[in-house]
């Protein structure tokens, strides 16, 4: 018995770290961002729609920490249901730590490119599209951590199993 609290108890810490590190990546990467379209938007008040735009790409990250925290509070016995062994709550700390941590660099990497962009937007309109896409690049990482989380729980018996 104390092995199945202990493995839900360590799934309930893979959801915080998910949530809380992917959360941190994306706040610092929207921060980031906001800056530079704050300085863009004072140089041209017609930037603060694209500025929007921007500083909202590094969101992504938070919202991928957060679904893999749902899908472990879900299936972990947190919320009722089966608890898990440890085995398997040691593999939903890996879930969470592989998006958790990816999401933190995307995030970061993601608002320091949207912040760039921004200003070369505000150079050149031309510069948009190749802006969000340059920005867009960042968030490969994140969902490279995202998939493995998911391989990770269906794999290791939290989701399906």
């Given amino acids: 018995m104390v092995e199945i609290a202990l493995g839900t108890a360590l799934a309930a810490i893979g959801a915080g770290v998910a949530v809380g590190m992917a959360g941190l990546g994306s706040g610092i990467g929207q921060g980031i961002a906001a800056a530079g379209s704050v300085g863009a938007v004072a140089e041209d008040e017609d930037m603060f729609a694209?500025?929007?735009i921007f500083t909202a790409l590094p969101e992504t990250q938070a919202i991928y920490g957060f679904l893999i925290a749902i899908l472990l509070l879900v299936f972990s016995g947190v919320m009722g249901g089966k608890a898990l062994t440890v085995t398997s709550g040691l593999v939903a700390v890996g879930a969470g730590a592989a998006v958790g941590f990816a999401g933190l660099g995307s995030g970061m990497g993601q608002g320091i490119t949207a912040s760039s962009?921004?200003?070369?937007?505000?150079?050149?309109?031309d510069m948009f599209a190749r802006g969000i896409i340059f920005t867009a690049l960042s968030e490969t990482q994140?969902?490279?951590?995202?998939?493995?989380?998911?391989?990770?729980?269906?794999?290791g018996g939290i989701m399906g199993g």
């Fill in 117 to 125: 962009a921004v200003g070369a937007v505000v150079e050149n309109a």
């Fill in 142 to 155: 994140a969902i490279y951590g995202f998939l493995i989380a998911i391989l990770l729980m269906v794999f």
């Fill in 50 to 52: 694209r500025g929007i």
